[in-house]
């Protein structure tokens, strides 16, 4: 088979069923070594370490004093690739529009929470520079298993009883401007402050100097755990890109709805084929970064259905986060293809696979995640899309 390169954690946790909801209303290491492993299928991949090392001769070097993001497969500086990313919880909200400092994501993840509401979290690096990072919203507990894939810290603005059980683990490391709903814990929340320019819970901004000094205060790392962190976290193809003209099964995606699948702010992103970038909108205009006033671009566009249950009377969700049953959709430079995906742990990065089981090469960039409820759909250039692998 394919030898493919990943990066494999020395310890997994089991399987389960990640739950999380919040309060609307408030809301030096030695660097990683990468292993190489002959591919299996989804169900029987493993997590051994293998004992020794292989020097791949087409591997692909930064230049000298550079590294590739781990998020974005960029070149950026040494000191940055080094440095834990932040993990912040920002509204789709119309109200809480326009977000500041989101244009900066390499990940952003947008998934349905209570009352039909899609909330975002944007994974950023090179983030202590930044001067406005917000609104910041709250968070649910699902989000931060995701989160955990980049050995982050969490920034949040409180969050409900079921978020209480994670972000108070020792190896969670989060900031939150108010406590997790059942806790008397605000770890961090000298960090926020509030703005006239909009309405609570809308006006809750933050920065990257303000998370700097929390995180000292604190006593949260700013460098990366190298242990618990698996540095190739996606499989960037280097070579000249991905257009998926191979790939078995690819199909025309310029215009992607998610109206069905998030029906209050009806994200959509549209291919501009002059940029090779998708462009996202929300309510039907373009979602755009305050700071910059620029809409959000992105190289990759990732559908990820993913097995959900409605945990209470208050609609509260639960998602699936470790998994190896599910499917959805890799999208780039106007196609589409099939990929199916697992998560086996907590700090274990969701890898995504074409149908033949070879991991999905995505192009450098930023990458958008939409997780999907299993049993809605997405319309690609004008058809609907279900999960097939339930």
Not at 241 to 253: C, K, T, V, Y
Not at 275 to 283: M, Q, V
Not at 306 to 312: F, I
Not at 332 to 354: E, I, Q, S
């Amino acid at each position: 088979m394919k030898k493919i390169k990943v990066m494999l954690l020395l310890a997994v946790s089991t399987a389960v069923l990640a739950f999380g909801c919040g309060k609307k209303e408030e809301e030096p290491a030695p660097e990683p070594v990468v292993e190489e492993v002959t591919e299996q299928p989804l169900e029987e991949i493993q997590t051994d370490v293998a004992e020794e090392e292989e020097v791949d001769p087409n591997r692909v070097e930064p230049p000298a004093g550079k590294k590739f993001s781990t998020l974005t497969g960029e070149v950026i500086e040494k000191d940055v690739y080094g440095t834990r990313p932040i993990a912040i919880m920002l509204p789709t909200d119309k109200a809480a529009q326009p977000q500041y400092g989101i244009g900066r994501a390499g990940v952003l993840y947008e998934c349905m929470e209570e009352g039909d509401m899609s909330r975002q979290m944007a994974i950023i690096e090179d983030w202590q520079g930044i001067e406005t990072l917000g609104n910041v919203r709250s968070c649910r507990d699902y989000y931060v298993y995701w989160a955990m894939e980049w050995d982050p810290i969490l920034v949040h603005f409180g969050g409900p009883y079921y978020l209480a059980s994670v972000t108070t683990r020792d190896d969670v490391h989060n900031i939150t401007g108010c406590a997790v709903n059942s806790t008397n814990s605000a770890p961090g929340s000298n960090a926020f402050y509030r703005t006239t320019d909009k309405v609570v819970p809308h006006n809750a901004y933050t920065s990257g100097k303000k998370l700097t000094e929390q995180c000292e205060n604190l006593g949260y790392s700013l460098e990366h755990d190298w242990s618990n962190f698996t540095a190739e976290h996606f499989l960037f193809n280097r070579t000249g890109g991905n257009d998926l003209s191979s790939a078995a099964g690819s199909f025309e995606a310029t215009d992607i709805s998610l109206s069905k699948a998030f029906p209050y702010t009806k994200s959509s992103l549209h291919y501009d084929p002059e940029s090779g970038l998708y462009k996202k909108d929300l309510y039907e205009s373009k979602q755009i970064d305050g700071t910059t006033g620029e809409q959000l671009t992105f190289e990759n566009v990732i559908i990820q259905f993913a097995h959900y249950e409605v945990r209470d009377a208050k609609g509260y969700l639960a998602f699936q986060d470790h998994d190896n049953t599910h499917d959805g959709y890799y999208i780039t430079k106007g196609k589409a293809v099939h990929v199916l995906w697992n998560k086996t742990g907590d700090f274990v990065p969701t890898r995504f696979y074409y149908d033949d089981l070879s991991l999905v090469d995505m192009n450098p960039g930023k990458t958008y995640i939409a997780v999907v409820q299993d049993d809605r759909t997405v319309n690609i250039n004008g058809t609907d899309y279900e999960c097939k692998n339930k």
